[in-house]
């Protein structure tokens, strides 16, 4: 998880970055992997981020890299300081007086050869110098005859008295555990605080499949007398800490006698644990095409912890390999609202599986989904001797490795495991109470554990931002595929997206591009008619499954069938973007523009025919001209009028998700005046099999633009609403529209230069000639 979400990380290249913004410092830390490249940097830049440093009491972390040459004894370049390289070190502990240390808890020593062979050591003669970290040399290696050696310095603080400045240099860098806090201790240090972690840490550990296991892998009562004393002492050092067990009760005493005496030993020990629902019969949600179904199998598991005196208010549940959660399965969150009153949920598949640290929450139909994490147990990891790479890859986890990296990194930690992991050797009661004692041996962490839903209510305080789901392709990722629902293959995703923006021929463009043969687009939205308007808006809540209900595939149709929407107010949505390559990463997008300002009025024209009050009250020249203090409505309406055309910053948006490849850009006047060359260019651009438009566009003199030919002497053109004639746009405004628009239309002239794809419109290079 990216531990400071909230700050930019910039990588420099070989000259500075820009250090200032406005008389004020842009860099809290400077961080060089190479501590050499600091030292050997030519005297001009290496002067100017000294002064820097000093001027703003920013801080410098570097490392030592690994390097052929064999220094012993060398001093470092303009510094008292001398070092030692590519050694073998073992036995590391840390200073406890140190300034630095603040999630990092000087603990014992980690015992034991450090990680690799080309370590640096730092020696000294100013009092400006205080070790962070020592280790000792490896006797194997450098053999002492049994004399005491003194301890190396590995890390080591420059408290700034030499020049000005303060430094932590790390003699290796982030293979060995104990360094990465170091890292982050250092970086609170020298930003003065400013990027530090909370050093709160929630812990939740789900046992699934309560009741579920083959025989031979259940709890027998023995099992279940160690987890609730396992639970007990964690309890002394997690306070609120308990065990939250999920259940499936169709396979309450399935296991052997003495199996089904540990079922009945955790039922006496009801009280003891926290409780949430499984399925019934452990069947993966995403396979039921019937809710009725879905929410009898939940009332089964309901009505058996009612039967058995199980909690039923926990308003936390599990899928059985978090199916029906992400990608999401409608059914499955509305039987969970109406069967279990369902609030949060959790799985370890958003956006994917892996890499661990990206994975995030989101909230959907008012169930929040937190991230969950694995910790190295899995259903058939129930002895030692067959976990993968033994105890030892086992302690490592534990010791410093994922799971302990996983706690550190996590404000809020959801883990998943099995009960088959708490009979047999027990290596989940192990695990965790392990991993609890070294977090405790060597950080400061505060671990407490609360229930499901004030974790989520806290998930999302600390993060807002993960409120909204990002829906992906399942078919893009083979864990997905295999948890969503068969019938939803039968639908296929859109190959194009006609962006807008409004009153640009838009629907001109969908209606001839719906002509070809080898196209289609979706069935129409009851509500929007032929636009979708999936993308931004509150449709995009309503989930994959409703956007894929507009492309079904008929039964001669294939996979490959070239689909397309278009959705005029993609075009500045300021979230779609995102969302669109989330969804559909190789999608072709196709916008129009014409003159913002004739855009602009014709919008105004355009609702103002459609009787809305504000547009029937206020003149044009009054709607773009409102100032923040006019109503809100007001405001709305110029917004909507002058915001869309602002084209190169919305396209700028675009390409910042989509290669300039994939982007098509129509004159929107050439659209109105010769469809059939610029339908002839798209379809090239497309790949599409050629489409004679010439025989199917034809002008019609009464319409006045080009319709759709039928026979010989009938055309079928766009509705009343199209090609409507309006009263000329008054001077006034259309000045004040030249002298609005003209930084956007310079942007869009360099933008569309830089594309080097299209010629600059003539419309744009008249409104661009216009005097003021």
Not at 694 to 715: A, T
């Amino acid at each position: 998880m990216n531990l400071y979400r909230t700050y930019k990380v910039e990588v420099a290249g070989k000259s500075l970055p820009v250090l200032t913004n406005q008389d004020k410092g842009r860099y809290g830390v400077i961080v060089f992997e190479n501590l050499d490249k600091y030292l050997n940097m030519d005297n001009w830049n290496r002067q100017l981020l000294d002064k820097y440093c000093r001027d703003y009491s920013v801080g410098i972390i570097g490392f030592v890299s690994p390097s052929e040459e064999t220094l012993v004894g060398a001093q470092l370049r303009g510094f008292p300081l001398y070092v030692h390289t590519n050694l073998r070190l073992r036995d590391a502990s840390l200073n406890p007086g140190s300034p630095v240390l603040r999630m990092t808890r000087a603990g014992d020593t980690a015992w034991g050869p450090l990680p690799g062979n080309d370590w640096a050591i730092f020696q000294h003669n100013h009092s400006g110098y205080e070790p962070l970290e020592w280790a000792q040399k490896n006797v194997m290696d450098y053999p002492t005859d049994g004399v005491a050696q003194p301890p190396l310095a590995t890390v080591l603080q420059d408290h700034g008295q030499v020049d000005g400045i303060q430094r932590i240099l790390f003699g290796s860098g982030l293979k060995f555990w104990l360094h990465r806090l170091l890292f982050l201790d250092s970086l609170s240090y020298l930003s003065h605080g400013q990027l530090s972690l909370n050093l709160e840490r929630r812990i939740l550990i789900d046992i699934d499949d309560i009741f579920v296991g083959e025989k031979g892998t259940r709890l027998k009562p023995d099992d279940v007398h160690a987890l609730i004393a396992t639970q007990n002492r964690i309890g002394e050092m997690v306070p609120g800490f308990r065990f939250n067990l999920g259940f499936s009760g169709k396979y309450f005493h399935h296991g052997t006698h003495e199996e089904n005496l540990g079922d009945d030993m955790l039922l006496r020990n009801v009280a003891q644990f926290n409780w949430f629902s499984h399925m019934w019969n452990h069947q993966q949600p995403h396979l039921y095409d019937n809710v009725t179904q879905l929410m009898n199998d939940m009332m089964l598991n309901k009505d058996f912890a009612k039967e058995h005196g199980i909690p039923t208010d926990s308003g936390y549940s599990v899928s059985p390999h978090h199916s029906g959660v992400y990608p999401a399965h409608e059914l499955l969150y509305t039987a969970w609202k109406k069967v279990w009153n369902i609030k949060v949920t959790s799985t370890e598949e958003y956006p994917h599986l892996r890499p661990a640290r990206l994975r995030r929450g989101f909230i959907h139909r008012n169930i929040m989904v937190l991230p969950r994490q694995t910790c190295g147990l899995f259903t058939h990891t129930i002895c030692i001797d067959s976990y993968p790479g033994g105890r030892d890859k086992l302690d490592e986890s534990i010791r410093g490795g994922e799971l302990f990296q996983t706690i550190v990194y996590n404000p809020i930690n959801i883990f998943m495991t099995h009960m088959s992991n708490y009979g047999n050797d027990r290596l989940a009661l192990y695990t965790f109470e392990s991993v609890i004692k070294f977090l405790r041996c060597w950080t400061n962490l505060k671990l407490t554990s609360v229930p499901p839903l004030q974790l989520g209510e806290l998930y999302f305080k600390l993060h807002p931002e993960e409120r909204d789901p990002i829906w992906g392709n399942p078919a893009d990722d083979p864990r997905h595929a295999k948890i969503w629902a068969g019938n939803k293959r039968r639908t296929t995703l859109p190959k194009l997206l006609g962006l807008g923006p409004q009153k640009t021929g838009s629907t001109a463009f969908y209606t001839f591009l719906s002509m070809h043969p080898a196209v289609a687009s979706n069935v129409p939205n009851s509500d929007t008619f032929e636009e979708i308007q999936f993308f931004n808006g509150n449709n995009y809540y309503r989930g994959l499954d409703w956007y894929l209900n507009f492309f079904p595939l008929q039964p001669n149709d294939t996979d490959d069938k070239f689909m397309f929407e278009k959705s005029a107010t993609y075009f500045d949505g300021e979230l779609v973007p995102k969302r669109a390559h989330a969804l559909l990463p190789k999608a072709q997008l196709v916008t129009i523009l014409i003159s913002p300002a004739k855009r602009a009025y014709s919008w105004y024209q355009h609702i103002k025919a459609h009787g809305d009050p504000i547009a029937n009250n206020y003149s044009f020249y009054q709607v773009i001209t409102a100032s923040e203090t006019e109503p809100k409505a007001l405001r709305d309406l110029r917004n909507r009028c002058l915001n869309p055309g602002k084209y190169a910053q919305h396209l700028e948006r675009w390409l910042a998700c989509y290669p300039q490849q994939q982007l098509y850009i129509i004159d929107g006047e050439q659209l109105k005046s010769n469809p059939v060359a610029v339908m002839n260019d798209l379809q090239r651009f497309l790949k599409l099999p050629p489409y004679d438009y010439s025989r199917h566009l034809r002008f019609d003199n009464k319409k006045g633009f080009y319709c759709q030919v039928v026979s010989d002497n009938r055309n079928k053109c766009l509705g009343k609403s199209k090609g409507r004639q309006y009263p000329p746009m008054d001077d006034r405004s259309a000045k004040m529209l030249q002298k609005y628009y003209r930084i956007h239309n310079q942007a869009l002239v360099k933008l569309l230069k830089k594309l080097g794809s299209r010629p600059i419109p003539q419309w744009l290079k008249e409104d661009l000639s216009v005097t003021s």
